[in-house]
């Protein structure tokens, strides 16, 4: 006896379930959203009506209707269809049930579907137990995922598989779902009413995520009294209390929004970034990884350009390892503003990537003889510290003198811009090099 000796009818839906259990869609008719993916003659919609599923990966936001797709697939398929769980699952529970799923294949022509939810949760051994399987085409592989599969699913696996990027839900799809879920007979029980508003915070605080707006909506009707019905948009915030972010600190909105934080610094953009700042803030993020992100960017950056933009970031990091939050949040907002705000200048980024290179790839000649210290007599005999000039006996306080090892002299690293304050210091240099020539 097998799991694919007989196919279990499909359970009916808990009278307790969660709302979301209770309202998901049980036909592609009835999916919100996933137009560019569902429309008549799109590869997913074809592939579903005509029982020949590729092996996939869903690659999508919590929310979005990956699980909802793998079971509309499961119900209309003539394949078995099979789950797995990463954290019940061992390497001989999935080779034995592969084995099972090869041999109905080559006994009876029985196909295998396979799906596995959140597949970024199965170590590597795990996902290499099922490669054979897929790749002799005895299972067609299904996973979900919220995490980017370049770097969580085996390249190997990936390979084999087509990812379908699933897009967040948009606030007016989130309301058509919301609006059809309070016609739901478990939601009309409690004769709890909300308004057009209130339903329109929830769809706008849910980040895209269908479950999380439904979860908010079983929670206004179940702890709601009848006497707040119709429920106003004032009294959903008071029973929701605070907004739950789509934001996973390691995961791979993490990368998108830091990213987005950096780059609209770098772009000037005070609002944006700001903006982005909060998003993190609010999601939990830690404040001091905020504070090291941008003492990195007053560097990295702006640099000479304002060097006060380093000093004032390291003040702003003690002011957050000093107050933390909330209060540390206001002075990360002002030193945001004041990044965006100052003058630009990569210059001593690229210097400096431009040095690393050459010593990493270079020949590394040695220092020459005159810069060379000389503590002991014999260092002086050999010739070390001979022909030193000493800077500060000039007027323009350099000298006459090669500081690089000879086949670099006149090789230039550092090239300042003509903006802020490195453009003064581009003046300097320029006026030194020309007294050293």
Not at 341 to 370: C, F, T
Request: overall charge neutral; glycine content about 6%; charged content about 25%.
């Amino acid at each position: 006896m097998t799991l694919f000796d007989t196919t279990p009818p499909e359970p009916s839906t808990p009278k307790d379930a969660p709302l979301p259990e209770r309202v998901r869609p049980k036909t592609l008719e009835e999916v919100v959203g996933l137009t560019d993916l569902l429309a008549p003659g799109r590869f997913l919609r074809n592939a579903i009506e005509t029982d020949r599923i590729p092996s996939m990966i869903f690659w999508g936001p919590p929310g979005s209707g990956k699980t909802t797709l793998a079971r509309i697939i499961a119900k209309t398929t003539r394949a078995q269809f099979v789950t797995f769980s990463a954290t019940s699952s061992s390497i001989k529970d999935i080779k034995a049930l592969m084995e099972d799923a090869r041999r109905m294949r080559h006994g009876r022509g029985t196909k295998t579907i396979v799906f596995i939810d959140e597949i970024h949760r199965f170590n590597k051994a795990q996902q290499d137990a099922f490669l054979p399987y897929v790749e002799a085409g005895d299972i067609i592989l299904i996973g979900a995922t919220t995490e980017n599969p370049s770097f969580e699913v085996n390249s190997a696996l990936l390979s084999r598989s087509k990812v379908v990027v699933i897009p967040p839900l948009d606030r007016s799809e989130v309301m058509t779902i919301l609006k059809r879920a309070t016609r739901d007979r478990t939601v009309g029980r409690y004769g709890i009413e909300l308004t057009e508003p209130a339903l329109d915070f929830i769809a706008a605080t849910s980040a895209g995520d269908a479950r999380q707006a439904l979860n908010s909506l079983q929670l206004i009707v179940e702890t709601a009294s009848k006497s707040d019905s119709p429920i106003t948009i004032d009294t959903a915030k008071t029973i929701l209390q605070r907004r739950s972010l789509m934001y996973d600190k390691s995961g791979d909105e993490h990368y998108n929004i830091i990213s987005a934080l950096h780059k609209s610094l770098r772009n000037g953009d005070a609002d944006a970034a700001i903006y982005w700042l909060v998003r993190m803030l609010e999601g939990g993020e830690d404040p001091m990884y905020l504070a090291r992100r941008l003492v990195r960017a007053a560097s990295e950056d702006i640099g000479n350009a304002d060097p006060q933009a380093l000093v004032f970031a390291i003040a702003v990091q003690q002011t957050v390892h000093f107050l933390g939050m909330p209060e540390a949040g206001v002075a990360l907002a002002q030193l945001v503003a004041y990044l965006s705000a100052a003058p630009k200048s990569n210059a001593a980024y690229i210097g400096y990537g431009e040095a690393v290179r050459e010593v990493r790839q270079g020949d590394n000649p040695p220092v020459p003889l005159h810069i060379r210290n000389a503590p002991t007599k014999l260092m002086k005999d050999l010739g070390y510290g001979r022909d030193y000039q000493y800077a500060h006996d000039f007027e323009e306080q350099t000298a006459k003198m090669e500081c690089l090892p000879e086949p670099l002299i006149g090789r230039r690293f550092y090239e300042p811009k003509e903006v802020g304050f490195e453009k003064e210091i581009r003046e300097r240099l320029e006026k030194m090099r020309e007294k050293r020539n």
